[in-house]
């Protein structure tokens, strides 16, 4: 593990990462998703894609990377750029994981890879809609406190800095984002996801031009146990 500090804005990150085939000369990004870090795409993909220096990276509020402030996706893009003209690398692949699929799509690389991404609003069931309007209502009765019962299990345990981070990024709608990305995309999903529906995954296939859409028998995380097959699709499969 190495640590790499980045300014931006007068803001400091040091950035916890690692990197795997360190003298490899193509550069393959991974980002993980929401509540998550690096060490469950190290898991997953340390093994496979010998041809390329695969950097992990926890992004600031997660794993060893800390954060002290309230962000923005943008923000999370800015960061992640910054810190990789810092390491010098150019990388011929991001590959994202859910939240961390929007953020490496904003990035724009040659070749995208998305594991089940976020990014597609869906329909809240009913129980979600009504933790959301409980919380309105304490909200405006000025007990702010008691709305932490409501709370997605995506942010316990987090900062109350996290959790505002959490509510900008939750419901954001990238359908013109995917529509606008311009590179080669490699698409993977769960097919019993059900923190982003298989329907999602193919209306973002169908929203990215050059792409390409595969689905897998699981869940959020199908790529844990699919990660060689994944692998092999993609160095079939990138530019």
């Given at each position: 593990?190495?640590?790499?500090?980045?300014?931006?804005?007068?803001?400091?990150?040091?950035?916890?990462?690692?990197?795997?085939?360190?003298?490899?000369?193509?550069?393959?990004?991974?980002?993980?998703?929401?509540?998550?870090?690096?060490?469950?795409?190290?898991?997953?993909?340390?093994?496979?894609?010998?041809?390329?220096?695969?950097?992990?990276?926890?992004?600031?509020?997660?794993?060893?990377?800390?954060?002290?402030?309230?962000?923005?996706?943008?923000?999370?893009?800015?960061?992640?750029?910054?810190?990789?003209?810092?390491?010098?690398?150019?990388?011929t692949a991001i590959a994202g994981h859910s939240y961390g699929g929007k953020i490496a799509t904003l990035l724009k690389p040659q070749n995208l890879i998305l594991l089940s991404t976020a990014g597609i609003l869906e329909e809240k069931s009913f129980n979600v809609k009504l933790k959301i309007l409980f919380s309105k209502i304490l909200n405006k009765l000025g007990l702010k406190n008691f709305t932490k019962i409501f709370r997605s299990k995506d942010v316990d345990s987090m900062s109350e800095n996290m959790y505002e981070t959490f509510k900008n990024v939750v419901n954001e709608d990238f359908t013109t984002q995917f529509a606008e990305f311009p590179n080669n995309a490699l698409i993977f999903w769960g097919e019993d996801d059900t923190a982003t529906s298989l329907d999602s995954g193919k209306k973002i296939s169908q929203l990215i031009k050059k792409s390409t859409f595969k689905s897998y028998k699981g869940d959020h995380y199908f790529f844990c146990k699919y990660a060689k097959d994944i692998a092999k699709s993609i160095e079939d499969g990138i530019f």
């Open positions: 593990m190495a640590i790499k500090n980045v300014v931006i804005f007068d803001r400091e990150f040091d950035i916890s990462y690692e990197i795997v085939n360190p003298t490899a000369k193509k550069d393959i990004v991974f980002l993980h998703g929401w509540g998550s870090n690096k060490q469950i795409m190290k898991n997953a993909f340390s093994n496979t894609l010998p041809n390329f220096r695969h950097i992990y990276i926890d992004m600031p509020g997660f794993g060893k990377t800390s954060n002290e402030y309230i962000l923005q996706t943008v923000d999370y893009v800015v960061i992640i750029d910054k810190f990789l003209q810092a390491i010098n690398s150019v990388p």
